[in-house]
């Protein structure tokens, strides 16, 4: 396992680890919506399921936009990336959404890392506007407003799939 990784089934692409922890990712959201606070009004927002949902949530929250609606894909089968698989599309057809092309709705997601799930949510409302909480160099040009960005080779670890426990001090042999 090379330095900095924290799960010995992440792909080994990612060298580094970044642990991000619930209150950390609610100040990110914030920040987020704070961004986007000129770049609105939005009419609705649709989420990325599942990474979206919180940040979603709390940027809806931030902005008072009421109508929240999802797009469901999978991509991540912990620490791998595979093929995208829609699982629901978003309802062109729900409030704020009205049909249009995207225009004046906002999709929120947790991060943009390669950009292939971005690609595809994009090419359903090209007009929207898409925001991440975190973003990667190759998944950088499909998004319009984000917070923080990480090298290529870095894995985040957001706080649903990390769990508290012991870490032994470094003099014991603990790495990352």
């Not at 999978?74 to 959404?97: H, M, R």
């Not at 890392?113 to 990667?136: I, N, Q, S």
């Not at 319009?144 to 649903?160: A, G, K, N």
Request: aromatic share 8%; net charge negative; glycine share 10%.
């Amino acid at each position: 396992m090379s330095k900095g990784k924290q799960a010995a089934n992440v792909d080994e692409r990612y060298q580094h680890g970044f642990p991000v922890s619930w209150e950390q990712l609610h100040r990110d959201a914030r920040a987020l919506a704070w961004r986007l606070s000129d770049a609105g009004p939005f009419t609705a927002v649709i989420a990325v399921t599942r990474g979206g949902l919180v940040p979603a949530a709390i940027v809806a929250r931030e902005l008072g936009i009421r109508v929240i609606e999802t797009v469901c894909v999978a991509s991540y089968d912990y620490g791998t990336q595979g093929e995208i698989d829609v699982l629901k599309e978003i309802n062109t057809n729900a409030p704020g959404i009205d049909g249009k092309d995207g225009e004046g709705v906002l999709i929120v997601d947790d991060l943009a890392d390669t950009g292939k799930t971005g690609r595809v949510v994009r090419a359903m409302l090209p007009a929207a506007h898409f925001a991440t909480v975190y973003v990667k160099p190759e998944g950088q040009p499909l998004v319009d407003t984000f917070v923080t960005e990480v090298s290529q080779d870095t894995w985040i670890y957001l706080p649903w799939d990390m769990g508290l426990q012991f870490t032994p001090p470094l003099r014991d042999g603990a790495t990352g």
